[in-house]
């Protein structure tokens, strides 16, 4: 049948990370038992000081469409949070409320980026931001960093990468895929380069910021010379397990915050007023209210790079945040494998869902075609089970 596609939207990439998850579904809706890694959600059940306040906030009646860039009382926890955790003054004026962090990413790269702009993403990066870049006719340049180095970039692979179209660099640190953290010096190192490009913005996409075993987090709109150029996204999906509540939000320079309000005044308005209303209490809260879900992904983390250390061909750093790990598995290139010939992470993933019910991600899918993502968000009951199945189609 002939369909008028936009050119847009054919070039585009599905998302992998829902793929992967959308198939894991189906193949258990056939009735396999498929062990789901592939999906970065947590597990948990949302803390009921979170419920509560969505159950008060329907029986007050929080039913209208709310500020474009979200009710002042969110805006002001937001700004404490930021405050209190990060030692970053935004006013409210530079605050935005969306729906996920995903569409904070989409509006930014909306508001700032021209048609060939470029923008560096240290490699690997979350699976979105090269699409939506692409969408904003932005050009993702990807900086390929090693396991050897935790997959972080340093000051001189930036300085390299930046050319007179250079415009952002977008990273998030825990870093989704690969669970690593920058530190405050790695962090300064960047900045460092920055301030000889004065037009060159970053994205820190600081969503994992408590799921971090390495000690402080730091942002690096705190750092030197980096506030008026940062925009710090965050959101409650990942720390608050509120992935289906669809709330996020930015701290940036003012023009950004208001580009991202026009823009969001004519695609979505505010975001679900219940679910604004519930994150008030999230974000007031103290964060040791979350402990016990940081403190289990800690566990889980250690488990899984336990098992996966005790299977031959995976090499593995240790991630220091968020709930990835990212092996190496290039070591299985050109073996063939119950017949299956593994030519890249995409043949490796697909032979372990095929043939172990395990879903995990190609690295492919975040610029890195070596490794796979496995997120350890799932019991430790499912995790043992998955890498024992690993390990026996291995
Ligand atoms: N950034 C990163 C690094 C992520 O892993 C995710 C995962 N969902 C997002 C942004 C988007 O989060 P949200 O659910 O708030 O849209
Ligand atoms: N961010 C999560 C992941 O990387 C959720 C899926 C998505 O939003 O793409 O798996």
């Known amino acids: ?18 793929a992967m998850a959308a198939k894991a579904r189906e193949l258990r809706n056939e009735g396999k038992d498929i062990i789901g890694l592939s999906l970065g959600e947590p597990d ?24 474009v860039d979200g009710y002042a009382e969110l805006k002001t926890a937001i700004s404490n949070k930021f405050k209190r955790d990060n030692n970053l003054e935004y006013g409210l004026k530079q605050i935005v409320v969306s729906t996920g962090a995903k569409q904070s990413l989409f509006n930014v790269a909306m508001v700032v980026l021209n048609p060939g702009d470029e923008v560096i993403l240290p490699a690997p990066y979350w699976v979105s931001y090269s699409d939506i870049v692409k969408l904003a006719e932005g050009v993702p340049v990807e900086v390929t960093t090693e396991i050897d180095t935790d997959f972080k970039m340093t000051p001189e ?46 994205v820190s996409d600081e969503i994992y910021e408590h799921i971090n075993f390495s000690g402080g987090h730091v942002s690096i709109a705190g750092i030197d010379g980096m506030y008026e150029r940062t925009v710090t996204i965050n959101g409650v999906s990942k720390a608050f397990a509120m992935t289906g509540w669809r709330i996020g939000y930015i701290g940036a320079p003012e023009w950004i915050a208001k580009g991202c309000i026009k823009l969001q005044g004519q695609v979505t308005s505010g975001a679900n007023a219940i ?65 299956n010939l593994i030519n ?31 997120s350890y968000a799932a019991s430790e009951k499912e995790l043992k089970e998955a890498i024992t199945r690993i390990k026996a189609v291995l």
């Open 275 to 339: 679910a604004q209303r519930a994150v008030i209490a999230a974000l007031d809260a103290p964060v040791s209210k979350i402990q016990y879900m940081i403190d289990k992904f800690n566990e889980r983390r250690d488990l899984v790079l336990q098992l996966l250390g005790e299977i031959d061909g995976f090499n593995l750093n240790v991630p220091e945040g968020a709930f990835y790990v990212f092996p190496d598995i290039s070591s299985f290139f050109g073996k063939t494998l119950n017949g």
């Open 344 to 374: 890249n992470a995409s043949d490796f993933s697909l032979y372990l869902l095929e043939h172990a019910n395990v879903a995990t991600v190609t690295g492919e899918a975040f610029g890195n075609p070596n490794c796979i993502r496995i």
């Open 157 to 202: 692979q930036l300085e390299a990468a930046i050319t007179p179209k250079t415009r952002m660099i977008w990273f998030s640190s825990p870093c989704n895929p690969s669970g690593s953290v920058y530190s405050k010096e790695e962090l300064e190192g960047l900045a460092e380069v920055l301030k000889k490009y004065p037009n060159i913005y970053v």
């Open 44 to 67: 948990f059940n949302i803390p009921d000081f979170i419920k509560d306040a969505a159950k008060q906030a329907i029986d007050e009646n929080y039913s209208s469409y709310t500020p």
């Open 1 to 18: 049948m002939n369909n008028h596609l936009s050119d847009r939207i054919k070039n585009m990439s599905t998302s992998a990370t829902l």
